[in-house]
């Protein structure tokens, strides 16, 4: 796997808003990652990506690709091969931002999770399916709030929040899954990159 950051400076981002109608948003920014990595016959887009922030100045953007992404037309990137000793530990800190969702069991409607407990307790239920338990006492949830834009003149609605804290492997191939195809629903636009960090000790 390869980990990118895409750099945009004040003046970049000027330059995309001039291209795109004065607007640089969630579907913008989609649609700059997408270009890094251009489809070929027969293959899917296999990457993944979250806003960093950034100052200012500059921006920040976290990619992670099976390929190396090509050089932006606008902006510069950074890239290095991940070694496959980095998922082979045992207790990792982590930060995810999600689309907390669930689909009804009767309607078969994805509907939204609201309020940070109920968030909490979700990702903690949903840990398992992607081959790591959550340290309950690390976990913290913030930055809830609702992302909206316009995508072929539709408007898109999606519910964002972010998780931090300790994770525990317990299935190492669900594991190194979760974090090459991401977590949950709207990976198109910036969620569910699996940031984790290895930890010596829990």
């Not at 998922?87 to 309020?115: A, C």
Request: aromatic share 12%.
């Amino acid at each position: 796997m390869i980990l990118s950051v895409l750099h945009l400076s004040r003046g970049d981002i000027q330059k995309i808003k001039d291209r795109n109608a004065r607007v640089f948003d969630t579907y913008t920014i989609h649609k700059l990652v997408y270009s890094l990595f251009p489809k070929e016959d027969g293959e899917a887009r296999s990457f993944l990506f979250a806003y960093k922030g950034g100052d200012f100045k500059e921006k920040r953007f976290l990619i992670l690709s099976k390929n190396y992404p090509v050089q932006p037309e606008i902006g510069t990137i950074e890239s290095k091969e991940i070694p496959k000793t980095f998922l082979e530990q045992e207790y990792y800190g982590f930060e995810v931002i999600i689309n907390p969702v669930k689909r009804d069991g009767k309607t078969k409607k994805i509907i939204p999770i609201r309020g940070r407990e109920e968030i909490m307790s979700w990702f903690i239920e949903k840990s398992g399916s992607y081959g790591f338990e959550v340290m309950p006492e690390s976990l913290s949830v913030s930055d809830t709030h609702v992302l909206q834009f316009t995508k072929d003149n539709k408007n898109v609605v999606l519910g964002k929040a972010k998780c931090v804290g300790r994770l525990r492997v317990t299935n190492r191939e669900l594991f190194i899954k979760a974090f090459e195809n991401g977590l949950g629903k709207g990976k198109a636009f910036g969620f569910g990159l699996l940031q984790i960090i290895p930890l010596i000790k829990q």
